[in-house]
């Protein structure tokens, strides 16, 4: 094991035992090197990578703080590696994605109040609007998420959250049959967002299901390539 995976995985330790809690200072540079048995290099790298991942927070001039360590900002770093995976590997997610934004619906229906039904549909009435496939796929993303936040779970909204950020990479609505595609999936937003305004949790659960089997059946019909240039192209 090097020093640097060494110094990570003990850091990990300290903080997965509770040994340093939520919003705890970590112990001096020179006091845990000697702890960890590593140089101030290792440990300092260690560092970079947990505050990658949102686990530590260096403070400019006061230190290295344990972050708050809320799930939904744990799951949110999954982007990191998330976004590595190529359009076959992404479409194994899928399999995942359907039963969690089901579920989400399913909430969302139960728990929606007037305001979310009114959000909806206003975004719904954009999208229908716009001729932007960059526009088009914002508004899509901002859908998914209200529907999410209205489930009340902050942790699975930044999940599935992670899983769009990387499906918008690949460009559907840009392609000859595009226009088509954006037809059918504002059908099914129409659909969705009409079983959560009729409190009616089953049918929101179905409806989201489909749309987001439909996507994954047009990824790989189509396969795509991916666009780093920008987000916009495929339906939430």
């Not at 716009?130 to 902050?154: C, K, M, Q, V, Y």
């Not at 999940?159 to 049959?177: D, G, H, M, N």
Request: net charge negative.
């Amino acid at each position: 094991m090097s020093a640097v995976d060494r110094a990570f995985h003990g850091l990990r330790h300290m903080i997965a035992t509770g040994r340093l809690g939520p919003g705890e200072r970590i112990p001096p540079e020179a006091e845990l090197g000697e702890e960890l048995g590593v140089s101030r290099g290792p440990l300092r790298e260690a560092v970079r990578m947990l505050s990658a991942l949102g686990v530590v927070e260096p403070r400019h001039g006061s230190g290295t703080y344990v972050s708050q360590l809320r799930p939904e900002d744990i799951i949110g770093s999954l982007s990191l590696t998330l976004e590595l995976l190529p359009l076959t590997g992404l479409l194994e997610v899928y399999e995942i994605r359907r039963v969690l934004e089901a579920h989400v619906a399913a909430k969302a229906a139960a728990r929606r109040t007037p305001e979310t039904v009114k959000s909806l549909f206003s975004l719904i009435e954009a999208m229908e609007a716009t001729e932007d496939p960059s526009e088009a796929s914002d508004l899509d993303h901002r859908f998914h998420a209200e529907i999410a936040r209205a489930a009340e779970n902050p942790t699975l909204a930044s999940l599935l959250a992670v899983f769009r950020a990387r499906s918008r990479k690949y460009q559907i609505f840009t392609l000859p049959e595009g226009p088509e595609l954006r037809r059918k999936s504002d059908a099914d937003h129409r659909v969705l967002a009409t079983a959560i305004a009729d409190r009616d949790p089953g049918a929101a659960a179905g409806a989201a299901e489909a749309h987001v089997a439909q996507t994954e059946r047009w990824l790989r019909a189509f396969m795509p390539p991916v666009e780093e240039v920008d987000d916009d192209g495929v339906p939430g």
